[in-house]
């Protein structure tokens, strides 16, 4: 692996964490050891009907849902209008933009809502997207997804911080991405509180900067707030 560090800043603050960028590089051995990877996006829509069937939203562009063979997410069945809706994201905000003439529901927890063709809704993270309702009289079958925040842009300004895919007793490993070249990492967060010497990490940080060698993960980027 190539190795590169960067500290950006310094400081004493018990309360603050370590954000440290790892190169993924080859993962052919990690389903070995029982770790499951999976496509790294900011968002998935889950199929309430079928949970294998995931779809993700990997790049900051409007992905649309519907009939339409150029959908991102394409839904062979009638009922489902050419365009029925899309999901954009504007900077941290995601909403769902409504196409359809018959309208999509959000339903979050006890409440559904029908957002109405022309309009748009935040989304949040289990919020259930609805694009037919079930209508046993016509033998309609409910089609609806369950909308995942996959990353939350809570770490450093370069990467977007993801899902959690490992923990020890001073840190937690989080797959990650970079914003603008989409790369890969994994991004491992200690948290300063739990080290009793903040400089062991610093140290260990030197010392990895001088090593380049295929069989030592190296650290692409070190943040300290």
């Known amino acids: 692996f190539f190795l590169f560090a960067s500290l950006m800043s310094q400081s004493s603050s018990q309360s603050s964490q370590i954000f440290c960028t790892q190169d993924i590089g080859d993962v052919s051995g990690w389903e070995e050891e029982g770790v499951e990877m999976e496509p790294v996006g900011w968002a998935s829509l889950v199929s309430t009907q ?28 009638s009922y489902v209008s050419t365009v029925h809706c899309s999901i954009v994201k504007e900077n941290s905000v995601v909403f769902l933009l ?11 927890g006890k409440n559904k809502e029908k957002i109405g063709k022309g309009n748009r809704y935040i989304l949040k993270s289990g919020d259930k997207i609805m694009l037919i309702q079930e209508n046993k009289r016509l ?16 770490g450093p300004d370069d990467y977007f911080v993801g899902k959690k895919i490992g923990s020890g007793a001073f840190a937690t490993v ?5 914003k603008e070249t989409l790369k890969p990492v994994a991004i491992k967060v200690i948290k300063k509180k739990k080290v009793a010497d903040p400089e062991v990490v610093l140290r260990e940080v030197a010392v990895l900067r001088k090593i380049n060698h ?12």
């Open 139 to 154: 033998k309609v079958a409910e089609i609806s997804f369950t909308f995942v925040l996959e990353v939350e842009d809570n």
């Open 98 to 108: 409504d196409h359809s003439t018959n309208g999509t529901y959000i339903v979050r």
């Open 50 to 77: 079928d949970s294998s069937e995931r779809f993700y939203c990997t790049e900051d562009c409007e992905y649309t849902i519907g009939r339409d063979c150029k959908a991102h997410f394409r839904i062979r069945e």
């Open 214 to 225: 295929p069989g030592v993960v190296g650290i692409e980027s070190l943040f300290e707030n």
């Open 174 to 178: 989080h797959v990650g991405t970079h």
